[in-house]
């Protein structure tokens, strides 16, 4: 470990684009899609504009997370000492102030979920650790806005996971 923390980047992950209810869990230490939700070996889901965390209502871990505005994915260094929420009923932790801006049917594209730059998801690990977490995109492939009718529901996003338990990248 020279002090560098590795940037991951996950594309295309799917968020129930059948529509099915259906939550995909990821883990951020495996950078890779596992089982859930009742075990600890998941610290995010993903279903539709919806992430959740490994916490209250929706895991038995102790994750949680808070949404950051106004940052810098390279320059955020530090996450808050204070703030961190769980999931509750109807109000995942990740999910105000929201990480997107949707375009309803006057804006352009219409019907689009956009990323709003400068906001970072901030994620407390089932098992205590942090992450800094930033959706690129919600359309397979990765475009930020949808050309030629992509697909919805697939995420791209970037991350790095501090395996130290330290708030600190």
């Known amino acids: 470990f020279n002090g560098q923390i590795e940037t991951m980047i996950v594309k295309d992950l799917p968020a129930d684009p059948e529509r099915s209810g259906e939550i995909t869990y990821f883990s951020l230490r495996k950078n890779s899609i596992?089982?859930?939700p009742d075990n600890n070996?998941?610290?995010i889901g993903f279903n539709s504009i919806n992430v959740l965390t490994n916490s209250g209502v929706s895991g038995p871990g102790q994750g949680g997370g808070m949404v950051l505005t106004g940052e810098i994915f390279e320059k955020l260094k530090a996450l808050p000492v204070d703030g961190w929420r769980i999931d509750?009923?109807?109000e995942p932790a990740l999910s105000s102030p929201s990480w997107y801006r949707y375009t309803g049917s006057e804006g352009s594209p219409p019907h689009t979920i956009i990323p709003t730059p400068g906001v970072i998801l901030a994620i407390r690990t089932v098992d205590n650790r942090y992450a800094k977490l930033q959706v690129l995109s919600y359309y397979l492939g990765g475009?930020?806005?949808p050309r030629d009718g992509e697909a919805s529901r697939y995420y791209t996003f970037r991350y790095q996971?501090?395996?130290n338990g330290s708030?600190?990248?």
């Open 41 to 43: 070996d998941w610290d």
């Open 88 to 90: 509750k009923n109807g």
């Open 34 to 36: 596992v089982e859930g």
């Open 161 to 163: 996971f501090q395996p």
């Open 143 to 145: 475009a930020r806005i």
């Open 167 to 169: 708030k600190n990248f």
